[in-house]
């Protein structure tokens, strides 16, 4: 009951993809094929595999289950990150097999259940709060009404979607972290520090690491490849 009730608000909540990104969602699912078997044709870690995994994802994320809620943008980037991992080889989870189902519908499969998650434990936290507020009321008139809580799909710019592309595509991000966290990478920081930015003090308390040194490493490693790629796209 619960996985369907999950289901039923994110469709509730689901959204159509912006009139810019029409003809790229019309990308056929043999396209689609044919440039997935390409990219998986080059070796990991490759420039040549990097680049189509870019491709891919720009291609696909107008193809993507999207919702309103405050936590998409943490399962999106789960969901990209499962999809560079396990699209040609089993790293975390199962490759992808074009003959059980598109690539499309494989992420969205993976997507969905990653919205489920973070639903069950925003529930489980919100079940915590009212439990542990005495002055709690059913019937109170300060309740907020669930689609007040409902903020709106932000705008996202073009460049920031092919920044983000990138950083999950780049196979040498996720080789460069901070000191003795390995977990801490310089993928995970670039994503976590584009817009709406995660503060640092959120960062520091989640990774148990100081301001300064993350704040520093970010400095001195994700700006110096940031600077990179936006002069290679011409940027600046």
Same mark, same amino acid.
């Given at each position: ?19 810019? @990104? ?40 107008? %193809? ?74 059913? @019937? ?42 390995? %977990? ?53």
């Amino acid at each position: 009951m619960g996985q369907s009730t999950s289901t039923q608000t994110m469709s509730a909540h689901m959204v159509s993809s912006s009139d810019n @990104n029409e003809k790229t969602s019309r990308f056929s699912p043999q396209a689609l094929l044919q440039l997935v078997q390409e990219t998986c044709a080059h070796p990991l870690g490759s420039a040549e595999r990097q680049r189509g995994l870019t491709q891919l994802i720009r291609h696909l994320t107008p %193809q993507l289950w999207r919702t309103y809620d405050a936590y998409y943008a943490d399962a999106l980037q789960q969901t990209w990150i499962y999809f560079c991992r396990n699209l040609c080889e089993a790293t975390t989870g199962r490759a992808y097999d074009p003959t059980v189902a598109t690539v499309a519908t494989w992420l969205n499969a993976y997507l969905r259940r990653r919205l489920q998650d973070f639903e069950i434990a925003e529930n489980r936290k919100r079940a915590i709060t009212v439990s542990q507020s005495s002055g709690f009321r059913a @019937n109170s008139d300060d309740a907020l009404d669930p689609i007040d809580r409902l903020s709106a799909p932000p705008d996202v710019p073009p460049w920031l979607e092919q920044i983000r592309a990138w950083a999950l595509s780049n196979p040498d991000l996720e080789k460069i972290h901070v000191g003795k966290h390995p %977990q801490v990478t310089a993928r995970l920081l670039i994503l976590k520090r584009l817009p709406p930015e995660t503060p640092w003090k959120n960062l520091a308390a989640e990774y148990g690491i100081s301001i300064g040194t993350l704040s520093s490493f970010y400095q001195r490693q994700c700006l110096v490849k940031l600077r990179e790629y936006g002069k290679s796209q011409g940027y600046f």
